[in-house]
Every structure is written in C-alpha cells, then in structure tokens.
C-alpha cells in the first residue's frame, strides 16, 4: 500500500457547532488567563538561547503570535515572527492546485529567512506554526532537516481540509462549489505536507478535541512515527497561541527530556494534556 493512500484522511466531519460558536469568548478568556500565569511561567525550565521562528496561522499575521513570542523571549529563546505579513492574504486561488503554487512559494520565502538565521547564528532554528503555518512548518522540516531543529504545531489540519469549520466558506470565496475540487487534487494537498524528503526532525503536534475549525478527523500529525509525537490539550482555535497550558507544553518540550516539568513527567496534568502515539 502507498503512503499517499494512508495519509488521506476520509474522516470528515466537522468541528462541534458549539465549539466553533464559542471560539471567540474562548479566546478571550484564554488570553486573559496568560496573563495570570507568568509567575508560573517562571518555573518552567530556562530556555538555551536558540531561535524561535513563529509562523502564523491563515490570514494571521505577525501580531497574532507576538503574545506566544514574549513568552518565549521570556524564557531565554531568541523568538522571532516570519516577516512575511499577512499569511495567504496575497494568494489568488480558484483551486486548490492554485493553492499549492501559493503555498510552495510562501514556503520558499521562509526558508530563505531559516537558512539566513542559521548562517547568522550557527545554530538550528526551532519553527513553530500555527494552523496553515503548522503545514508550511511540517513540509519545512522534510526539506531542510539541516537548518531547522524541531517543529510545533498548533492546531494544523494535516488530512483533507473538507474536514474544517471553514472550507465551505474558503471556496465560495473563491467562486466555487464546496464539493468541486477533484479527489486526486485533495490528495495531492495532503501528501505535500510529507513529500519533501525523509524525516529526521521532531514534530510536536497539539491539538485540542475542542477545536473550533479542525475536525478531530483531520488534527493528527502523520509523519514518521519515529519524530512525530501528538498531544491533546484543552484550547480553543484560535486561542492556541494565547493558552497558558499551550504556552506550558511547548516551554516544556523545547528542552531535553531530563529538564522538563516533573508534573508533566508523570502525567499529573490528567484530562488537560493527552499524549498518543
């Protein structure tokens, strides 16, 4: 059986309706939340001084993850935004075969300014995407294993992406059926994300069974087993980048396993963060 085969994803049901209704008070209180947290924060282990790249989710731009950048900063990472504005504002897209022209020349763009970091600071950047950013991040990371050190995503649809709140919505604006893109484009959309060569870079992927867009058909990272760990968390959406527990995860695993929280060790965190394998 090909790879391509198993990558596509045919669970395509949507987000909860309640879920995507709430997400914005969700975010609000998530954010708001962070900002009670930094003391707890400052328990997490320090940070070795590497670069950070955040990488924003769709039409996000840089302002999005500037709260999640502080928190690394705090930390003790040279955090850094991608620089490129506005993510897919500039895209002109009837199909998703137009998409992907889009979205292998954004890619291109970032890996310019990866390879400029790693050449400016001899040392490998970790990228942190959210969303669509995660997918550009994932597809990076095959690519170019020698710039980039590991990969976060936040919240990435990964499988056919009839399996979020706002496909439907995407290509009407685009001036077409929902239903109209062909089964083989959708599968090329999908094996993109893995088909840059082979794996040698960790993947975390966070995904949150209360997603407001991702269906949970879709939200799992299937790269290689070997790198690719996924790990449910309790956010909404578009509060990924705002969620102090989110913020928690990734401060935790951006060091070695023998620095990291004992709480998290130990699984003390109980329905808030869920690992499978």
Same mark, same amino acid.
């Given at each position: 059986m090909n790879t391509a085969t198993t990558r596509f994803v045919a669970d395509l049901r949507p987000p909860k309706l309640r879920h995507s209704i709430s997400e914005l008070g969700r975010v609000a209180l998530e954010a708001g939340t962070s900002a009670l947290c930094k003391g707890i924060f400052k328990t997490l282990p320090d940070g070795d001084g590497h670069t950070v790249m955040t990488i924003p989710g769709f039409? /996000?731009?840089? %302002?999005?993850?500037?709260?999640?950048?502080? #928190?690394?900063?705090?930390?003790? !990472?040279?955090?850094?935004?991608? /620089?490129?504005?506005?993510?897919? &504002?500039?895209?002109?897209?009837?199909?998703?075969?137009? #998409?992907?022209?889009?979205?292998?020349?954004?890619?291109?763009?970032?890996?310019?300014?990866?390879?400029?970091? #790693?050449?400016?600071? /001899?040392?490998?950047?970790?990228?942190? %995407?959210? &969303?669509? %950013? %995660?997918? !550009?991040?994932?597809?990076?990371?095959?690519? #170019?294993?020698?710039?980039?050190?590991?990969?976060?995503?936040? /919240?990435?649809p990964f499988g056919d992406p009839r399996g979020t709140a706002l496909y439907s919505v995407m290509a009407r604006m685009n001036q077409r059926a929902p239903g109209e893109e062909s089964e083989e484009s959708l599968q090329r959309w999908v094996d993109y994300t893995y088909g840059g060569g082979e794996l040698r870079v960790p993947i975390l992927t966070l995904y949150s069974e209360s997603d407001g867009i991702v269906g949970m058909g879709i939200a799992r990272c299937e790269a290689d087993p070997r790198y690719e760990t996924n790990i449910a968390v309790m956010a909404s959406h578009v509060g990924f980048p705002f969620t102090p527990l989110v913020c928690a995860v990734i401060g935790n695993h951006l060091v070695s396993p023998d620095r990291r929280w004992r709480i998290c060790q130990r699984g003390r965190l109980g329905s808030l963060v869920r690992v499978d394998r």
């Open positions: 039409m /996000g731009a840089d %302002g999005s993850t500037a709260m999640l950048r502080s #928190f690394l900063n705090d930390r003790g !990472y040279r955090a850094i935004p991608w /620089g490129l504005g506005r993510n897919a &504002s500039e895209a002109r897209a009837n199909t998703m075969e137009d #998409f992907m022209v889009h979205r292998a020349e954004v890619e291109n763009k970032i890996a310019a300014r990866i390879e400029q970091e #790693f050449l400016a600071t /001899g040392r490998k950047l970790t990228l942190i %995407g959210w &969303s669509l %950013g %995660g997918l !550009y991040a994932v597809a990076l990371a095959h690519r #170019f294993p020698q710039w980039i050190r590991q990969v976060i995503t936040l /919240g990435t």
